[in-house]
């Protein structure tokens, strides 16, 4: 069983940055993919960034454009998003996850097995 936490969530005025962080324990981290995405009132669950065991990393550029980027740390097993340029729009529940991958980003929901319970971000203008 995988699971995961993430932390670094908040209130944060637009045009301010957040850094969430994400542990994963049960399995080991560097067999992986990781991703976050994001889930605002009413919408759907929304892909942000992945990122291979290896350091490929995919973004939703439309929706991210240059002011997120995603890393991870294997001998932490964490993954983070650094947040920058805060939106207003960027506000929703943050949600990290996980799927068994070799070399692989992936960038719809039913894609991955592991979830964790979110982190809440609020942006205000």
């Known amino acids: 069983q995988v699971q995961l936490v993430e932390s670094g969530g908040g209130l944060v005025q637009a045009g301010g940055s957040l850094r969430l962080s994400c542990a994963v324990r049960?399995?080991?981290?560097?067999?992986?993919?990781m991703g976050w995405f994001r889930q605002a009132p009413g919408k759907e669950r929304e892909f942000v960034a992945s990122?291979?065991?290896?350091?490929?990393?995919?973004y939703n550029q439309d929706a991210v454009k240059g002011r997120f980027t995603i890393s991870r740390d294997n001998a932490k097993n964490t993954v983070s998003l650094q947040m920058n340029s805060l939106k207003p729009e960027d506000t929703a529940v943050y949600h990290c996850?996980?799927?068994?991958?070799?070399?692989?980003?992936?960038?719809?929901?039913?894609?991955?097995?592991?979830w964790g319970q979110g982190t809440q971000v609020t942006v205000f203008s």
């Open positions: 049960g399995r080991a981290f560097s067999s992986l993919t």
């Open positions: 990122m291979t065991r290896t350091g490929d990393s995919l």
């Open positions: 996850a996980a799927r068994a991958s070799l070399l692989s980003n992936y960038d719809r929901p039913d894609d991955y097995d592991y």
